[in-house]
Every structure is written in C-alpha cells, then in structure tokens.
C-alpha cells in the first residue's frame, strides 16, 4: 500500500478534509492579520476613533475564528484518530486471521506484524504533520505574499534568510538524529546488569554466587560508556543549537534593517513597518515547524508504506468444505522441508489412520511428530505427496471446514483470560452447562481449587480482577484437553498434552481420555511410551518415516526400535523406585 494509496482510501473524506481545510485557514489568518494590525497602529497614531474600533472589531473577530478553528481542528483530529486506529485494527486482525499458518509460524511474520500494530501511531503522527506543513506552510506563504506588496527587497530578504534558517535546522536535526536512540540502547546494558543487582528474582543466585562484585564492575563499564556517548552527543546538539540562535539573532536583526529603508524613505508607514518587524520574526519559528512537519510527514508515510508487506503476505486460499461423517485418513508418501531447512522433516512418510481408532505417535525428538499433525490440520502444504480426509485432499479444506473436522491440543497451548466456563466452551460454541463441566472434569481428574470461589466455574482466571483464580500448569492442560473433548470434531490430536503430569497421573488421564474420545479418530503424542500402551496402534516415527506401526504387545516383539525405546524408559523408571 504506497502512500498515495493510503491517502485515497482514508484522507479523502469530510472529517479529514475539513481538518486539512481549518488547518489552511488557520495558517491564513496571520497572514491577513499583517494588513489589519498595521492599520490598527496606524488609525491609533491619527486618533481615527471610528475607524480604529472598526477594524479592532475585524482584527478581534479573526483571532477568535482562529480559536474556534484551533478548537474544530483538534475535534477533527480526535476523531480522526479514534476511527483511523479501529479500522486499521480491524484491517490487521482480518489480515492475520486469513494469513497461511504457513507464514504466521515464521519470524518475518511476527516483525510484519509488529509493524502493522504500530500503524496506529504512525497514522497519528502523519495526520497531525500533515495539518501542521498545511498550517505553516500556508502561513509562510502568504504572510510572504503580503509582506512582498509592503517592500520587495524585504520580502526577499526574509525568503533568503529563512532558507538558511531551514538549512541550519536540517543539519541540526542531522547531528541530532538518533541522539536518544543510541544512549538508551547503551543505556539498556547498564540497566540489565542493574537488575541483576537490585531486582528480587535475582537475590538467592546473588547470594549463592555471591556476584555482586563483578556484575558491578561490568554495570560501571556500561554506565560509562553510555554517559561518554551522551556527552559527546550533547556537545554537538550545543554548538548546534547555539548556531541555530545566533542564526535567529541575524535574521531579526537584518529584518529590522531591510524594513528602515523603506521606512526612512516613507514608502511604509509606522503601522506597517511594526507590523510587518512582528510577523517576521515570528516566521522564522514557523518555519522550522515547517520543515519538522514535512520531516515527520515522510517518516510516517514511510512507516505506513510498511503495511504492504503486511497486506501482501499470502492467505489461506482452499476454499472447499467437508461433508461426511468420521473419516479415514491418509498420508500418501508425504515429504516436508520447513523454509529455509535443509533436509527434510518427513521424507516418502505413507500412513493410513482408520475412523475412530486411537493412535499413538512416538519416536524421537525431531522425528517428525508434530509436524505430521500440523500437515494434517492444513497448517502446512506437503512438498510432495498427498493428505487426505475421507478421499478429499486437506489442502482443498477452507478453515472453516477444517475447524468443524479437527480438534487439537499442542503442547505450547495458549491460556486464555477468560472464566473457567469460558475456557473450556470455547470449542463448543456454546456455553457448557455446571453439570456436563462436572461430569467432564470427574472423568479427566480434574478439580481446580478456583472453581471452589464464589463464582465456581465463572470465575475469571489469570487474576484479570480482584478476587481471580489460577490453575496449576497440570490443571491449564486438562483444561485445553476438556475443551477437545467438548467440540463435535470428529478427530482430536493431543499433542503432549500432559506433560506438566507425573507418568502415574498421565497414564491415569489418558484411560479416561480414551473413555471421552471412544468413538472418535486420536492421535495421542508423547514422548512417554508407558501411557500409551492402551492405543489400538502405535506408529513409531525415524528419520521422518513411519518404521513400523501396531499395538504395544506386537511391537514390542517385532520392532526392536520401539523395544529399545519403551526398555530404556522402563529401566529408569525402575531404578527410580
């Protein structure tokens, strides 16, 4: 989205346009004041009464349009700014929400998005430069207009004199940029060493390392650095700024000069040369506002030509629904290469996953069993093979269909804010009666303590308020689980989904899962082969291929892999008790 883009589609309304409007005006009344304050001194060095009170009545009365121009102005703005930061929220939301997983999983996403979230502000700051170049440079222009009907040579003079002005100011800016960036950047490594020294999360390691004494020394070192980088800096912005005063002390000086001529040759009058001495000098600040909103204008519009890349990245594109009942499911020699990765994760992978049998997926880390799930869920396309669901390809499955059809439970599951009752309806569409949560939480053993407040299964959790609950890390991943367990999905993956569990405790929760889940396809993950021992099959992953796949007992005499595996784990167990 360029700027021009961007200008089109959100600039060129009432409320945006009467902004810019009220800022021209805004900038024109200075420049009609010039003629109506020099002839204010001059009716009242002739005691011209009636006249005087007439135009003291125009001079007044612009002024207080002025204000009330101000006052619509920064009504304009506000409004602007409620209504620009709702849309390109929206904007953003519905832009992630239809993104491939695809992209979402990657780290350019995320910086993209971070962008995108900072739009918002560079809106706001573009808006308000573009009123304040429209507002000074409308007032820089025509006060030079009138001042050139004044005197021409003075006119010019001041054009001269303000372009050098610009000049001065655009290298201080130059000397100046990033002054603050870089001293908090190496501000923050002091900062980090004082943490250490001073926060409490740190106070039993500085006790029993006792490293007080070289962290201090390595904070000292920062500090200096960044308070010698602060000094060298702030002598530049010194000398400069004392350049740019003595810059202004010139131009008054020399405007004054320019105006005596045409005074002492009574080509201007006593009102005029007053007025104009007044003006002038006030258009030297004007300007450097001007030159700060054209500078902070193409910042900002730089900033929201970012978007693009956000708006650009690809989405979701299957649109295809699923109509039948459970389905079988099969990977037909399936290969997969995360971007960027150079082997391949699962290579040649073919697996036939029958409705409503539960499956169990083991294997080394880095196998490939989470990455098979997500390529059955859609969130990532094969390199090569196919994945079907009931004869259809998934790839060919819309969002929707593939929601209606999958359940899951990943490892690193999100802990939503919400109630209890909130958290555990969320895939049910509905909320879920005390009795269908009570009767789910007996099965899987779960019994939070927060549900025993006032509020029982209502009651908030991650203290978003006085009187909130929590759960245990355990209690979040029955949580997430009973919430698979609520949704009609026709396939449910666990992806170790009781990891935060003692294996006596998990093989106890998966008995009662397979009780919950028994008419439906699962796909059960873990790491611990004890707990999944009551699978109807066990597909062992290697190298990411399928090396063999049947119930415990018969692996455990026909594949020496999973033996070796399941023995290991056995013997430590063992010797812990």
């Not at 006249?51 to 006052?71: H, K, P, T």
């Amino acid at each position: 989205m360029t700027f021009k883009r961007y200008f089109r589609a959100f600039y060129l309304h009432g409320a945006e346009a009467g902004y810019l409007l009220s800022a021209f005006v805004c900038g024109a009344i200075p420049a009609a004041a010039i003629f109506l304050r020099a002839e204010l001194i001059d009716l009242a060095v002739a005691r011209s009464g009636g006249a005087f009170f007439a135009v003291l009545a125009v001079f007044c009365g612009i002024y207080l349009a002025n204000i009330l121009l101000e006052a619509l102005s920064k009504r304009l703005f506000d409004a602007h700014r409620v209504r620009q930061t709702r849309k390109l929220d929206e904007l953003r939301v519905e832009k992630a929400s239809r993104t491939a997983f695809s992209v979402t999983d990657s780290e350019r996403f995320h910086v993209l998005l971070g962008r995108a979230q900072k739009a918002p502000e560079a809106d706001e700051k573009l808006f308000r430069a573009l009123g304040d170049t429209v507002r000074a440079g409308t007032r820089v222009v025509l006060s030079l207009a009138v001042i050139l009907f004044a005197d021409v040579f003075t006119a010019l003079g001041m054009a001269v004199l303000m372009c050098v002005g610009v000049f001065l100011n655009a290298r201080l800016a130059r000397t100046t940029q990033g002054f603050w960036a870089n001293y908090i950047e190496k501000m923050r490594r002091a900062n980090y060493f004082s943490s250490l020294l001073m926060q409490k999360e740190y106070a039993a390691e500085r006790k029993l390392f006792s490293y007080d004494k070289e962290i201090g020394r390595r904070y000292d070192g920062a500090f200096e650095t960044a308070k010698r980088e602060n000094a060298k800096s702030g002598k530049k912005r010194f000398w400069a700024e004392s350049l740019l005063e003595i810059a202004s002390a010139v131009y008054t000086v020399a405007v004054v000069l320019l105006l005596l001529r045409p005074l002492l040759s009574n080509e201007i009058t006593i009102g005029t040369f007053t007025s104009v001495s007044y003006a002038a000098v006030g258009l030297l600040p004007v300007t450097r506002q001007l030159y700060a909103g054209v500078f902070t204008a193409s910042e900002s519009a730089r900033q929201l030509e970012g978007l693009a890349a956000f708006f650009e990245l690809p989405e979701e594109q299957a649109k295809g629904d699923y109509e039948g009942g459970a389905p079988d499911i099969v990977f037909d020699n399936v290969t997969f290469s995360y971007p960027g990765a150079g082997m391949p994760v699962l290579e040649g992978l073919s697996l036939t996953i029958k409705a409503g049998r539960h499956y169990a997926l083991v294997g080394e880390n880095g196998c490939g069993k989470t990455t098979l799930v997500k390529l059955l869920l859609g969130l990532y396309t094969p390199d090569e093979g196919h994945i079907t669901v009931g004869g259809q390809e998934v790839s060919t499955l819309s969002l929707e269909a593939r929601r209606k059809l999958f359940a899951a439970v990943f490892q690193d599951f999100y802990e939503y804010p919400l109630t209890i009752r909130e958290n555990v309806s969320l895939s049910a569409g509905t909320p879920v009666s005390d009795e269908r949560i009570g009767m789910l939480f007996e099965s899987i053993g779960l019994h939070p303590a927060a549900a025993e407040r006032e509020g029982g299964y209502d009651t908030d959790l991650k203290y978003l308020k006085q009187g909130g609950g929590e759960l245990s890390g355990g209690e979040w991943q029955k949580l997430a689980v009973g919430r698979c367990i609520l949704s009609s999905a026709p396939v449910v993956v666990l992806d170790e989904p009781n990891s935060a569990l003692d294996p006596v405790s998990e093989a106890a929760v998966y008995r009662a899962y397979r009780k919950e889940l028994m008419d439906r396809t699962t796909l059960f993950i873990s790491h611990r082969l004890g707990s999944v021992r009551m699978a109807d099959e066990i597909v062992v992953l290697k190298d990411g291929k399928v090396l063999c796949s049947a119930p415990h007992e018969q692996l455990m005499a026909a594949c020496p892999y999973y033996a070796a595996l399941y023995n290991t784990q056995k013997e430590m167990y063992d010797e812990r008790a």
